[in-house]
């Protein structure tokens, strides 16, 4: 079992940067693939980005790719998500997400308790 806490969310303007950041608990980090997840008001859940067990794959969603880079720090169990050229459509609660096959879906097992990220026009 993992236990995931986010951090880094916020109020930002269009055209603006974020980084999220998610602590992962427990020795078994490396063992996970690790990702984001986002919902915004009134909508799915919607797959962001995926990095796998060695970081020898990440994943994008199409509305992100170019944008957004997943990264994680094995020496400190923690994921991230850099943001850059944010638009008002990425505003939605990003929740990280850990599974132990290949990426991360809107179905993994375990997630945290989410960020929220707001971008103003």
């Known amino acids: 079992q993992v236990q995931l806490v986010e951090s880094g969310g916020g109020l930002v303007q269009v055209g603006g940067s974020l980084r999220l950041s998610c602590a992962a608990s427990g020795r078994t980090f490396s063992t996970y693939a690790m990702g984001w997840i986002r919902q915004a008001p009134g909508k799915e859940r919607e797959f962001v980005s995926s990095i796998s067990r060695s970081s020898g794959l990440t994943m994008y969603a199409d509305s992100v790719k170019g944008r957004f880079t997943i990264s994680r720090d094995y020496a400190n169990n923690t994921v991230f998500l850099q943001m850059n050229s944010l638009k008002p459509e990425d505003t939605a609660v990003y929740y990280c997400?850990?599974?132990?096959?290949?990426?991360?879906?809107?179905?993994?097992?375990?997630w945290g308790q989410g960020t929220q990220v707001t971008v103003s026009s």
């Open positions: 997400a850990a599974d132990p096959r290949v990426a991360v879906t809107t179905t993994s097992l375990y």
